[in-house]
């Protein structure tokens, strides 16, 4: 069983970057669908990102596309979320999840969690 743990949150301002990272432990990312989901206060989880098991395939939410870029070092067995042009709206905890077998934005389709990561961008 894969374990998840996130790293790289913190306080930014508007307008600014952070690289949040996902590293894992017990068995390969290769064979993992990778993805990245969020939380904002008093909302439910919603898709962010994702790296495809097969080809590296990646999909976004339109309310980060063009500013997020989600990446995978197989070797480090790390899944990596950049995210440039940070908003106040972008506030939320980031989880790594993973799903052992084909893509999905949907947060029912993975069934591995990290326990989150706090991103703050203030105004």
């Known amino acids: 069983q894969v374990q998840l743990v996130e790293s790289g949150g913190g306080l930014v301002q508007t307008g600014g970057s952070l690289r949040l990272s996902c590293a894992a432990s017990?068995?390969?990312?290769?064979?993992?669908?990778m993805a990245w989901f969020r939380q904002a206060p008093g909302k439910e989880r919603e898709f962010v990102a994702y790296?495809?098991?097969?080809?590296?395939?990646?999909y976004y939410a339109d309310a980060v596309k063009g500013r997020f870029t989600i990446s995978r070092d197989n070797a480090k067995n790390t899944v990596y979320l950049q995210m440039n042009s940070l908003k106040p709206e972008d506030t939320a905890v980031y989880y790594c999840a993973a799903k052992g077998s084909g893509s999905s934005p949907y947060e029912s389709a993975y069934d591995i969690w990290g326990q989150g990561t706090q991103v703050t961008v203030s105004s």
């Open positions: 017990g068995r390969t990312l290769s064979s993992y669908t």
């Open positions: 790296s495809s098991w097969i080809g590296g395939r990646t």
